[in-house]
């Protein structure tokens, strides 16, 4: 893990109402690390790669071990959202906007890799902060193994 290994979330992702288990938060983290490893902006249209090894390395799994977990990690965040409350910009009131996490998901079994697209209306909570956000290393929760334990952990910063 670099020193770049730095997630940075907007607080109202941290409250929102959402369910991830723990290998989809895991997932999602590291796509998100790896894509400022490499220097690349997220944008709707660019695919985050997470390899088997680099997933296993991270989080301490054996070989085989993260291949199944990275492959049902992948299919079953596709069908996940997420509910955030934010105050409308057209009217000054409350509201909540329900996505989805990522727009789409590409195993690729051959080269043990998941590739994922963050969906659109995702992208400015996990990029291009400038207030109103928590930030921590991804080393901190690498080896939580509960999805509580990160939900908390995030709560907490």
Known sequence: MTAKSLIVKDNRLIEACYRLDLAEQRLILLAIVRA???????????????????????????????????????????????????????????SHLSTRWVSACHYVEQASLVRI??????????TNLESKFTSYQLKNVAKMTSAYAIRLFELMM
């Open 36 to 94: 400022r490893d490499a220097k690349k902006t997220i944008t709707a249209d660019l695919w985050l790669e997470v390899s088997v090894k680099d997933y296993n390395d991270t989080y301490g799994f054996g070989d085989t071990a993260g291949y199944k977990v990275l492959n049902t990690a992948a299919a079953s965040l596709f069908n996940r959202y997420v509910r955030i409350s934010l105050i409308d910009p057209a009217t000054g009131k409350d």
């Open 117 to 126: 697209q963050i969906s659109p209306l995702m992208i400015p909570y996990i």
